[in-house]
């Protein structure tokens, strides 16, 4: 299994950006897809991003697609989400996430291990 390690999160105000990062452990980072989900409070954890082994391939969720961007280095065991034009429903736990696959991840049930989050919030 990959150790997941996140971190950028922070506050923001609305129209701010932020890049989260997530830093994998193991020598096999290449055979990973990667992802991104966040959790608001109250609500179930949801998809944000998707980026394939390569890199060469994204998908985004509807709510996020022109505004943020996935992507990875594999020699530096690293993918980012870079987020710009936050808004305050963009306010949630944000969690990387990898798939023993090098497909893109379609739901969480793909998912084989998780980071341990990190906060965003974006103030009005």
């Known amino acids: 299994q990959v150790q997941l390690v996140e971190s950028g999160g922070g506050l923001v105000q609305a129209g701010g950006s932020l890049r989260l990062s997530c830093a994998a452990s193991?020598?096999?980072?290449?055979?990973?897809?990667m992802g991104w989900f966040r959790q608001a409070p109250g609500k179930e954890r949801e998809f944000v991003a998707t980026?394939?082994?390569?890199?060469?391939?994204?998908y985004y969720a509807d709510s996020v697609k022109g505004r943020f961007t996935i992507s990875r280095d594999n020699a530096k065991n690293t993918v980012w989400l870079q987020m710009n034009s936050l808004k305050p429903e963009d306010t949630a736990v944000y969690y990387c996430?990898?798939?023993?696959?090098?497909?893109?991840?379609?739901?969480?049930?793909?998912?084989?291990?998780w980071g341990q989050g990190t906060q965003v919030t974006v103030s009005s």
């Open positions: 193991g020598r096999t980072f290449s055979s990973y897809a």
């Open positions: 980026i394939n082994w390569s890199g060469s391939n994204t």
């Open positions: 996430a990898a798939r023993i696959n090098k497909a893109m991840i379609a739901t969480m049930s793909d998912v084989g291990s």
